[in-house]
Structures are given as structure tokens and as C-alpha cells.
């Protein structure tokens, strides 16, 4: 399928891995110039000239911490405009609660839900003038299933999802869309690192713990990266200018709601 996207440039943050680089590859096969980002810098290379030889696409490396006005303002102005913005960043790590201090509270409001904000409020205008914007945020499947000790990520990207849905109505005038892409279990190393944390905890492999999360899944298996870059890819097609405010859940049918 040609998705309409050759010569469109794309900014996706936080994907020198993982779910983020799935999204940057199928956007780069799609004909995007995209722009990668990470901090590790050898990490990031390394993945900008992975996608450069799979796809034959442009790919501009930025090494910045995505959540500082400081790599905020290098993504941007990376791109010589703006056509898609994928907002991605780490999670807060799995805590009690209680536990959370304020610094902590606004360490994680600002990764999941003031960072991505503020990229949008930067690259919107331009998307509304030039009748063409795609947003995706990453989020979780945790906004609509939240687990304990996740709570930090899950009220932060809900509070996301709320902020943007009323944005998003305010612009799909103008063909710039809005939405959410909520990952169930995916294998990358986030899942891995969870996986030999828990087993620490529970004295059992991490093997185990894979092994009994995947029977958790209905499709009995974890999600690939390359699964959810091509649905990302999908929503920034020119054939997706129709969908927006939407949250969708890739999750092997974890999720039990109809709607
Ligand atoms: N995988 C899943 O099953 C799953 C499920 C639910 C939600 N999620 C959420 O989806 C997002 C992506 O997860 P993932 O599994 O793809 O993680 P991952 O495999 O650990 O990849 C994370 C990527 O983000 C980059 N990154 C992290 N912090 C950054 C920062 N401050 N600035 C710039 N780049 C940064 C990392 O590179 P550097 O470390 O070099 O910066 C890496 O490229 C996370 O928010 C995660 O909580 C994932």
C-alpha cells in the first residue's frame, strides 16, 4: 500500500530502539526523511545507519535528552519542516506509590506528558498552515488498563490523552490529525529489563516470568516492534486524515472491553 508519504519528514523522538525505531524504519520505507533520536550516541548511529541501509531513506541523528527544552529545540529544527511528530520518551520506573517524592512526581509528568505538549504546541501551527500534520503519541495500554506501581506513567499519558483530545478536535480541519498508539507487551528491552526485574523479585527466571506473561496474552505471544511501527506508519498516512482522538490499543486482545 503507498501510504502518500514520500518527501514527508518526520521527527520521532526517542527511537534508537525499540518501539521509536520501528516507527522511524516503516516511516523511512514509506519515503520519509526522519529524524532519530536518543542519547546513547553509538546506539543511535548505529540505528541511523541501520535504517539508512534497509530503507534507503534520509536519516538525521540527534543525540538529546528529548525531554529538555535544550533536545526539544535541536529536534525541531533538525527537520526543515515538520510533517509528522511521533512523541515517544521512557517511562517513569515501577514504583510504590507512596514512594513517589515531588521531584520524582514531576520527573514523570514531565517525560510522559509536558514533553510531548510541548512539541506539539511547536510544530502545530506550521502543520495547520501547510494543510498536512500527522501526531502519534506513544503511550501505554496502561491508560486504559492502569497497573499498580505504574501509576505515575499511567495518570501522566492519560493526563496526555485528555490535554490533546480537545487539540485535536481544534485542528482536523486542517488535515492534521492526533492520536494514540497504546502498547500492550512488545519485545524490546524496556519489556526485557521489566522481566529480569520482576524475576528478581519473585525468585523465579526470567524466562519464567516471560513464559507466564505471554500465557496472559490472548495471542499468546508478545507483540513485534516492526507491528506497531507499521501501524504508526499507517496512521500517518495521507488515507488517515479521517482518524483522530483516538487511542488504540495493540495488545493481542489483553484488553477484555468492548469499547
Ligand atoms: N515495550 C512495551 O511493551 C511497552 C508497553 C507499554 C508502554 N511502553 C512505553 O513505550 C515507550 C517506548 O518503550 P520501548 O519498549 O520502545 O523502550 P526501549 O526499547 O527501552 O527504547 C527506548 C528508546 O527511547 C530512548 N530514550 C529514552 N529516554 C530518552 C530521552 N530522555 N531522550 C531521548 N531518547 C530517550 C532510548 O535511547 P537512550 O536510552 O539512548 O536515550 C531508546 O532508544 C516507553 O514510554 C514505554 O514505557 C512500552
Excluded at 520518551?89 to 513517589?100: H, K, L, V, W
Excluded at 493526563?159 to 497504546?182: D, K
Aim: aromatic share 4%; glycine share 10%.
Amino acid at each position: 500500500m503507498d501510504l502518500g508519504l514520500v518527501g514527508r519528514t518526520a521527527v520521532i523522538c526517542a527511537s534508537s530502539d525499540g518501539l521509536g525505531r520501528a516507527c522511524a524504519t516503516e516511516l523511512a520505507r514509506a519515503g520519509c526523511t526522519v529524524v532519530v533520536n536518543g542519547r546513547d550516541v553509538p546506539k543511535l548511529e548505529q540505528t541511523a545507519e541501520a535504517i539508512r541501509t534497509e530503507t534507503g531513506a534520509q536519516v538525521i541523528a540527534i543525540a538529546a535528552d528529548v525531554s529538555t527544552h535544550e533536545g526539544q529545540d535541536r529536534l525541531i529544527s533538525a527537520a526543515s519542516q515538520v510533517d509528522i511528530l511521533v512523541n515517544n520518551n521512557a517511562g517513569p520506573p515501577f514504583s510504590d506509590f507512596r514512594q513517589i517524592d515531588q521531584d520524582a512526581l514531576l520527573a514523570g509528568l514531565t517525560m510522559n506528558m509536558a514533553t510531548p505538549i510541548r512539541l506539539v504546541q511547536r510544530v502545530i501551527d506550521d502543520m495547520v498552515a501547510r494543510q498536512f500534520g500527522r501526531i502519534v503519541n506513544i503511550t501505554s495500554a496502561s491508560v486504559k488498563m492502569p497497573l499498580p506501581g505504574l501509576d505515575l506513567s499511567s495518570g501522566a499519558r492519560a493526563g496526555l490523552t485528555g490535554f490533546l483530545a480537545g487539540v485535536a478536535r481544534s485542528v482536523a480541519y486542517a488535515n492534521v490529525t492526533i492520536n494514540f498508539l497504546l502498547p500492550g507487551s512488545f519485545d524490546t528491552n524496556r519489556l526485557r529489563s521489566g522481566q529480569q526485574a520482576l524475576s528478581a523479585r519473585l525468585g523465579i527466571s526470567p524466562d519464567e516470568v516471560a513464559e507466564r506473561d505471554r500465557e496472559a496474552i490472548p495471542a499468546r505471544r508478545f507483540g513485534h516492534p516492526s507491528e506497531f511501527g507499521a501501524a504508526c506508519a499507517f496512521l500517518c498516512s495521507d488515507q488517515a486524515g479521517y482518524i483522530t482522538g483516538q487511542s488504540i490499543l495493540i495488545d493481542g486482545g489483553t484488553y477484555p472491553g468492548i469499547l
